[in-house]
């Protein structure tokens, strides 16, 4: 099929599952990632994942790490910055180690083991934005669920990073602490020249004034970023998240007009129609396309197994975090479920891994449909337990 009619036979049939799953509550991801599996190698195999859609693929990644970025609201973890960190380090402690072990006793190789740990860390911050729009929780559990999954976030750029080592040639003790070094140099200078020139530069207003100035200063800064980020032996999309959450410090400047805060607004709603309805959802779609596992090699098994081990690792671990600061059992399960959402970052994290030969079409497919479970379920078992709180609470 000629490069153009795959696109729009791919584009239209994603948006068409994606508005009748609205309907039904369901996450659009789960829509793209589908129309890829249908349209795609593993079941019609009517497109192929060709070399031009993995380009559009790449870019639309990058631009979703800006997306990302720019949503985030740096200030949710500084509210509770000690409680958000220890129930993100937690949750991604118990995932990891869940996810590590039902792939070891699935006999699936150390390497791979450790990648899929890793991605099971990851809590997708635009569930768990969701799950708290649609649903009014105590202050204290939605800052907390916030800033646990901001900071979940910067865990998963660290790691990301490891992987992205790993998949170059292993890592000894030496290239470790190097490794570790640069990110986090990496990250800190970032987000320390975001404290003084989009929190603080006066200069700075005259580029935010004018929204197409601001649109490429920020295309600009997103793509400088991404490359300095693979110079330091990084992945791009570090760069890229970066670039937005650096900008999205603009929320908190101190600007009695608040002209920073409409115009970033205007930025984000500019760049909403675009990234969310064509550059996001393909690559996604192309997620799925890459979704061809021999149908022998499907173990339900090995999906329910990471299934549970990624909704049980965010619950025990968020939830004992939760619990550690002094909320009650009640509050601590609620953070724990919240938490249990997986989606953007973890695809990514995927594709490359299945890339750059870490893990094989199996597993790759395993995780894909525990990460859409997870961002089916988790909402669902969310409105349950605030229904059953309610209940419990009048009787």
Known sequence: ??????????????????????????????????????????????????????????????????????????????????????????????????????????????AAAIFIGVTLGNTAIEVTSGVLVK???????????????????????????????????????????????????????????????????????????????????????????AIVAEWAGLNQIIGAYLAGLTISRLRERKDPMIVTRVKLNELIENLQVVLTEFFIPLFFIYVGLMFNPPVAQISLALIVGLYIAAVLGKFLGCGLGARLFGLDWWDSALIGIGMGGRGSLELAILTFGLSAGIIDQALFASVIAVSMLTALTTPIFFKAYIKMLKSRAKA
């Open 1 to 110: 099929m000629e490069f153009l009619a795959a696109l729009a036979l791919l584009l239209v049939t994603a948006k068409s599952i994606e508005w009748v799953f609205k309907r039904f509550e369901i996450h659009p991801i789960i829509a793209h990632v589908l129309t890829g599996i249908l349209l795609g190698p593993f079941v019609l195999g009517l497109i192929e994942p060709t070399e031009d859609l993995k380009v559009l693929a790449e870019f639309g990644l990058i631009m979703m790490m800006l997306y990302m970025g720019l949503t985030s609201n740096f200030s949710a973890i500084a509210q509770n910055t000690k409680k958000a960190v220890v129930v993100a380090a937690l949750g991604v402690a118990f995932s990891f180690f869940l996810g590590f072990a039902t792939v070891v006793a699935f006999g699936k190789g150390w």
């Open 135 to 225: 649903e009014r929780v105590k202050r204290i559990v939605s800052s907390i669920l916030m800033g646990a999954a901001f900071a979940d976030d910067i865990m998963a750029v660290y790691l990301i990073g490891i992987i992205t080592a790993m998949a170059q040639g292993g890592l000894n003790p030496v290239s470790f602490g190097i490794l570790t070094a640069k990110i986090f140099t990496f990250i800190g200078a970032t987000l320390l020249a975001s404290e003084y020139v989009f929190k603080r530069a006066k200069w700075f207003y005259s580029i935010v004034r004018d929204l197409n100035v601001f649109f490429t200063f920020t295309l600009i800064l997103t793509f400088t970023l």
